[in-house]
């Protein structure tokens, strides 16, 4: 099969989807690569290491999808991307379509088929490329909201570590998931005073006994979460229902109640956001104020962190990626029920029934 890798032109989104290494593996496994001059350059590989690997390096990203046929990259197609695509062709990446209605009926007129990393199941149950960049982003929550707490950036002026005679920063985090639990870790070991919420006890059973108490853990409910917010100084949206949006916990009215120069960090803003008053924003622009609360909504968090992010990304998905160019897309989803519920879009059809209800679509089972 011929592989695509396209370099990534979200803002200031520096990962990639293929290293140099998974280069020479689909090589070696007979498939032919070509790559866009300087892809790899944000994560530190060169073009050279790319045609070491045996990669062949493309004049542009129009050669690029011109040549392949199945397109891998790390986050959705932007528009100006997605003229470039041809009917059949297959894309592989990081798709979040439940948010992006307009993005979904493009991609379905290019009649593309479209797998999305963070609908892939593996036989356990759990969502294994979603996990690196979720665990990557949980830790980062923390950090910037500690950054974006300090007074200067606006924020309250609240070191969430305290000092002895005054007490930590507030953390409340909504899911206890893997972003979840990620920032929990996080949150716990700066030594704020940490709230979890979520809907599965289980879950929050499992934190009580990982820390032994150093963690509040609720049962979701509106009382709960009113109260938890209000107190807050940094929130963390750590909420994920898989291929669907995710369900808004805060509403502005709450919100306009919480301490002014408190910290929203919404990680579940791929997805919409848990909060009503989130919106995406970007690296560049990553926070905004309402009601006096600093949102930061930034959608592609790990991409600032591209040596780490690319390296976790690629060993989750470049099995399926090989299996993917191996086998072909059609034996490869028949054969995976957790691989055919990747598949998204196919030939001007949805197939997940997550993306369908969000934007009232009809929903067709790939399997």
């Known amino acids: 099969m011929i592989i695509g890798v396209p370099k990534e032109i979200k803002d200031h989104e520096y990962r990639v989807s293929l290293t140099p290494d998974g280069a020479a593996a689909l090589r070696k496994a007979g498939h032919t690569v070509w790559v866009e001059p300087s892809a790899g350059q944000g994560s530190g590989f060169t073009d050279d290491e790319y045609r070491q690997a045996g990669a062949s390096m493309a004049s542009s990203k129009e050669e690029v999808f011109q040549k392949a046929e199945l397109i891998v990259k790390v986050k959705e197609p932007l528009f100006s991307e997605c003229g470039l695509f041809r009917p059949g062709q297959v894309l592989f990446t990081y798709l979040h379509l439940a948010s992006l209605p307009e993005l979904t009926r493009v991609l379905l007129d290019a009649k593309i088929t479209a797998i999305a990393y963070e609908t892939t199941v593996a036989k356990d149950g759990s969502l294994p490329m979603l996990k690196p960049m979720s665990e990557i982003a949980g830790r980062m929550s923390v950090q910037v909201g500690a950054h ?15 000092v002895p005679g005054v007490e930590p920063g507030k953390v409340v985090v909504l899911g206890a998931g893997i972003v979840g639990a990620a920032a929990t870790r996080i949150a716990v070991g700066l030594g704020a005073q940490v709230t979890v919420i979520n809907l599965d006890v289980e879950r929050l059973r499992y934190l009580d006994d990982l820390y032994q108490g150093r963690v509040v853990t609720r049962a979701v409910s509106e009382a709960v ?3 938890a917010v209000c107190e807050a100084d940094l929130v963390i949206g750590a909420v994920l229902v898989p291929g669907a949006k995710a369900p808004r916990l805060v509403s502005r009215a709450l919100l306009s109640r919480m301490k002014p120069g408190a910290v929203v960090v919404d990680v579940s803003v791929d997805q919409g956001g848990c909060f009503e008053t989130t919106r995406a924003t970007t690296h560049s622009d990553p926070v905004y104020v309402v009601d006096g609360i600093l949102h ?14 690319t390296f976790a990304l690629t060993n989750a998905t470049f099995p399926y990626l090989m299996r993917l160019a191996s086998d072909g897309v059609d034996r490869a989803v028949k054969s995976d029920p957790g691989l055919a519920r990747g598949v998204n879009l196919k030939n001007g059809q949805v197939t997940c029934q997550g993306v369908a209800d969000a934007h009232d679509l009809r929903f067709t089972p790939i399997l």
């Open 148 to 162: 974006y707490l300090e007074k200067l950036q606006g924020g309250r002026g609240v070191l969430l570590a305290g």
């Open 296 to 309: 930061y909504c930034v959608a592609n968090m790990p991409g600032i962190v591209p040596r780490t992010s």
């Open 225 to 227: 979460i009113e109260q």
